[in-house]
C-alpha cells in the first residue's frame, strides 16, 4: 500500500525480500524492481556522493552501487541503512545476475541439448563453447555442420560464437563463472579433463558418470538431497582449490523414478520395482 500523504509504502510477504519488492511495486512509478534508468550512466563516485543525502530515489541508487560491486560495509557507512536491509537487496540484486556459463562438449549431442535449454534462460547466459581441438578455432555452426541433432535450429548468436578447445583452460576461465561438462570422452579422460577444471577454480557441474563414484563428489538432484553439496568443502581440501569443486547428476533412470519415491516415503512403501529400457 501507497500513503502518499505520509511518504509511506508498506508490503507484506513471507519474507524480508518479498515485501521490499511489493513495497517497491506499490510506489506506482511504473517500476517493478530495484532499477530505474536515471543511474545507468552516472559514475560509481557520483552515486556514492548522491546517496550522501537523503533522497527519495536513494533505494535505487543503492541498488545500483551494490550492482556494481560496491561493499555492504561502505554503503552502510555513508547511508546508515540497517545491514539486514542491504544485505537483502544485495539478495535481490544478485539474483537478478545471470550466472556465466561454459559448455564442454558443446558440438556432441548432449552439448546441443544443454545449447537449447540455456539460449534463453532467466538465470544463465552462455559465455564459452568449448569442444576438442578438431572444432577449436571454427565458428559453432562451422563445427556442427551436418551434426546438428535437435529438432530445433540453433540461434544465430550461437552460431557465431567461436569454438574453444578444451585445453585452454584459462581462457575458458576468464568467461565463465561455471561449466556444464558434457564431454565424450572415456570415464579416465573425463575425470582428467574435470578435475583440471576444477583445480583452476571453474566449478564443473557434469553430466558425465566418471565421478559418481568418487566419495567427495555430490550426485544431486537439488530437490531431493541438496544437503549431499556439503561435501564440497571436503572435495576442495583435496583438490586444494577455494571455488572449483566438480558436481554429478544420477543416471537418467534413477533421477526419473527418485522423486515420487521420496514423496511416497512418507507412507511406508517396501518394494518397488523399475524397469528401464535403455538404447
Known amino acids: 500500500t501507497h500513503m502518499k500523504a505520509t511518504g509511506e509504502v508498506m508490503g507484506i510477504g513471507s519474507n524480508l525480500a518479498e515485501s521490499m519488492l511489493k513495497s517497491i511495486r506499490s510506489l506506482e512509478i511504473g517500476v517493478n524492481h530495484f532499477y530505474i534508468a536515471k543511474f545507468d550512466h552516472m ?15 536513494n533505494i535505487f541508487a543503492v541498488a545500483e552501487l551494490l550492482w556494481r560491486g560496491e561493499s555492504v560495509d561502505k554503503i552502510h557507512e555513508i547511508t546508515k541503512i540497517t545491514k539486514l536491509f542491504l544485505n537483502t537487496i544485495l539478495d535481490i540484486v544478485n539474483m537478478e545476475k545471470k550466472l556465466k556459463v561454459g559448455i564442454l562438449g558443446a558440438t556432441g549431442m548432449v552439448g ?37 541433432k535437435m529438432k530445433t535450429d540453433c540461434p544465430d548468436w550461437i552460431k557465431k560464437m567461436t569454438v574453444i578447445s578444451s585445453d585452454e583452460i584459462d581462457t575458458v576461465a576468464s568467461l565463465v563463472d561455471f561449466v556444464f561438462c558434457a ?3 572415456s ?15 571453474i566449478p564443473v557441474v557434469s553430466n558425465n558418470s566418471a565421478h559418481r563414484w568418487t566419495p567427495d563428489v555430490p550426485m544431486v538432484i537439488p530437490e531431493i538431497n541438496d544437503a549431499h553439496l556439503d561435501v564440497i568443502a571436503s572435495q576442495r581440501k583435496s583438490l586444494g582449490t577455494t571455488r572449483g569443486f566438480i558436481a554429478v547428476k544420477p543416471n537418467c533412470s534413477i533421477q526419473s523414478y527418485v522423486g515420487a519415491l521420496t514423496a511416497l516415503k512418507e507412507f511406508g512403501v517396501k518394494e518397488v520395482v523399475a524397469t528401464t529400457y535403455q538404447a
Open 43 to 57: 559514475s560509481t563516485e557520483d552515486m556514492l556522493n548522491y546517496i550522501k543525502e537523503f533522497r527519495a530515489d
Open 112 to 148: 546441443q541439448r544443454f545449447i537449447m535449454l540455456l539460449a534463453d534462460h532467466p538465470y544463465f547466459e552462455i559465455t564459452a563453447l568449448v569442444a576438442g581441438p578438431r572444432s577449436a578455432g571454427q565458428t559453432y555452426e562451422s563445427a556442427v555442420a551436418g551434426r546438428w
Open 187 to 201: 570415464k579416465d579422460e573425463t575425470k582428467a579433463l574435470e578435475e583440471r577444471y576444477a583445480k583452476a577454480e
Open 183 to 185: 564431454v565424450s570422452l
